[in-house]
């Protein structure tokens, strides 16, 4: 299933399996105290972080569309100044004490997931993307990289360019949806996980 996918709508055989991706030098070193599936908003401050809402949401299933209920999912991405949550990253500015830049949350029976967060945005060298890790009792991790349908910086990207042809570039990539019902300014998109 690709990430543009509505549930429903391909067959078995039209599942792509979601391509793997590298985990990139900013895994965060230091987790914030909030870990949760809300980035925009760290712990009780009330202040948002910087950047435009996305709300974004997806299942984690096998190629024959069952949900793998109950997997661990984190994400983690730059703040709105490209900047991660890693000591490694410097040079470029300070991080947005108010952006969480790593979430976690579990699927439901479903294979659902959900996450508030931020529009991903790009940084000398990369297209903009969300790194994803999928984590399950005994099973290898799963690390892919999440990109925007269509970002005109994709072409540019050398880790887009590796993913091996148009089938690939659909299944880690999500169309985005204006959303001012769920937030004003928002956007949506779903971006399900295909795995073995």
């Given at each position: ?96 004490a ?19 967060t ?18 399950a ?58 795995l073995?």
């Amino acid at each position: 299933m690709s990430g543009l996918m509505i549930a429903g709508a391909a067959t078995a055989a039209a599942r792509a399996l979601t391509p793997s991706g590298t985990e990139g030098p900013f895994y965060p070193d230091r987790l914030p105290l909030d870990t949760d599936n809300d980035l925009v908003k760290v712990g009780a401050n009330g202040k948002a972080a910087a950047g435009e809402v996305f709300h974004l949401s997806g299942q984690i299933l096998n190629r024959e569309g069952a949900p793998y209920t109950g997997f661990v999912v984190e994400i983690w991405q730059c703040d709105a100044n490209g900047i991660y949550l890693h000591s490694g990253d410097t040079g470029r500015g300070r991080f947005d004490a108010n952006f969480q830049g790593f979430g976690t949350t579990v699927t439901g029976t479903n294979g659902g997931y959900r996450f508030r967060t931020i529009k991903p945005v790009s940084y000398p060298g990369r297209t903009p993307h969300i790194h994803f890790k999928v984590k399950a009792p005994n099973r290898r991790e799963f690390t892919s990289q999440m990109y925007i349908a269509g970002h005109p910086g994709n072409d540019g990207d050398f880790l887009y360019r590796r993913l091996d042809g148009p089938a690939a570039k659909n299944a880690a990539s999500v169309a985005l949806l204006r959303a001012p019902e769920l937030d004003p300014g928002a956007v949506k998109g779903t971006f399900d996980i295909v795995l073995t």
